[in-house]
């Protein structure tokens, strides 16, 4: 099966959604304008997102001050070096994502936070309550890819393809994320309804690997470099996640990013919640295929697209790296215990380190940080970029 090229019908109505969605083009940048409300990641904002990039653009949403981002979108917005600029009542513009001041819709692609206060506006600190205790899930798995692409063993990737778009022999997609469901339903107390998936928000379908598994073999066999997937929660235990997957050098690699949210703060089965995420990062540690997980807490809302500002920065709890990192790094396992109380994790080849922001011994992601001098990590250790850049700032806030 030959890939498909940008004259094909599909990439021709991708072109065409994306150009609806596309108001300006200034400064080598695609401005979206948006109107109240959530914008969700559909497929036209995934074509919007994805042509842009093509074209050598940043895109841009631009917004008024009652518009909200699901967190996929922000995250795909990271992801293709964009924007969201939010223009006041007063006519101020600001960086939706990290609140600074700026002049043009064209400065919100600058993700770096502001170090000086007074570039922040105001109407970013506008102190909003948070009700809700979230997770942040950062995780990275690693699928050795095994046989070729006419010798699949069963309940594996299948392909056509006589390249095999490096699927072939690699496992049903998602069992990382069918680990945590399990493992914080048993937090929780009962039987977890099946998560939902989709390609575009808000994602309907229950969860069903094989199924994202023929997606992903469509999309790859359709040239994209990757596949990607919303994920929803459930009532109980309600999720905002994306699933990136990603063929590489006799792997598939699986990137996981998002929110899961816990519970009201104050509620009697919250501590049970935040209690799990110790047996969670032991069930991602017994999980081989695993090359990075950052789990961390925060204050939110219950409405998973409403992030809280300033007063809620993310705790990070622990983190997990696989031996990819610890080789790039130059850690050495042996003194693991000592420098950092970390210890062996994914089959001994790897470690967890327990992290805390309190007085209690542990290490501050920012102590550790410093202490292994993740500013050298990169992709080809195990860790995405959009992760990469999420571990940056959460050791920097």
């Known amino acids: 099966m030959s890939k498909q090229t940008l004259t094909s ?13 596309t108001d300006r083009r200034p400064d080598g940048t695609a401005e979206s304008d948006a109107p109240p409300g ?22 841009v949403i631009v917004s ?55 570039s922040l506006a105001m109407a970013y600190l506008t ?9 942040m899930i950062c995780v990275t798995a690693r699928h050795e890819v095994t046989g070729d692409a006419g010798d699949c ?19 049903l997609p998602g069992e990382t994320i069918e680990l945590m469901m399990a493992v914080l339903g048993a937090a929780a107390g009962a039987v977890l309804e099946p998560w939902s998936f989709g390609q575009a928000e808000p994602a309907l379908r229950p969860w069903d690997a094989a199924e994202i598994a023929w997606l992903t073999r469509r999309d790859l066999a359709s040239g994209l470099p990757h596949a990607a997937f919303m994920i929803s929660g459930s009532p109980l235990l309600p999720a905002s996640l994306t699933l990136v997957i990603q063929p590489g050098p006799g ?3 699986e ?57 809620s920065a993310p705790i990070p709890l622990s983190i997990l790296l696989g031996d990819g990192l610890i080789k790039g790094l130059d850690i050495d396992p042996s003194r693991a215990l000592e420098q950092f109380q970390a210890s062996p994790a994914l089959g001994g080849r790897g470690l967890m380190v327990p992290l805390d922001a309190a007085a ?6 920012a102590e550790f940080f410093r202490a292994v001098d993740f500013d050298r990590a990169n992709p080809g250790m195990g860790i995405s970029p959009g992760q990469l850049l999420t571990l940056h700032q959460a050791a920097r806030t």
């Open 64 to 118: 008024g001050e009652h518009t909200e981002l699901s967190e996929p979108t922000r995250q795909a917005l990271r992801f293709y070096r964009g924007g969201w600029a939010v223009r006041s009542a007063a006519g101020d513009l600001r960086n939706g994502l990290t609140g600074k001041r700026i002049s043009s819709p064209s400065q919100a692609t600058d993700q770096t936070r502001p170090t000086d206060i007074s």
């Open 360 to 365: 209690s011994g542990r290490l501050h992601l």
């Open 153 to 171: 063993a069963p309940g594996h990737y299948e392909t056509g393809d006589a390249a095999g778009h490096g699927l072939a022999g690699a496992p």
């Open 255 to 311: 990137h996981i990013t998002g929110l899961i949210g816990l519970g009201r703060l104050g509620e009697p089965s919250l501590g049970a919640k935040l209690a799990a995420v110790d047996p969670l990062m032991e069930a991602l540690s017994g999980a081989t295929s695993v090359t990075f997980a950052l789990v961390m807490a925060r204050a939110g809302n219950c409405a998973l697209t409403r992030p809280p500002v300033l007063p």
């Open 9 to 21: 019908p599909r990439a021709e109505l991708r072109r065409g959604l994306a150009d609806w969605l």
């Open 127 to 135: 102190p909003a309550r948070s009700d809700y205790a979230q997770l």
């Open 38 to 59: 959530t914008v969700w990641y559909s497929a036209a904002q995934a074509a919007f997102f994805r042509q842009t990039w093509l074209a050598g653009l940043h895109p």
């Open 251 to 253: 792997c598939v690699l």
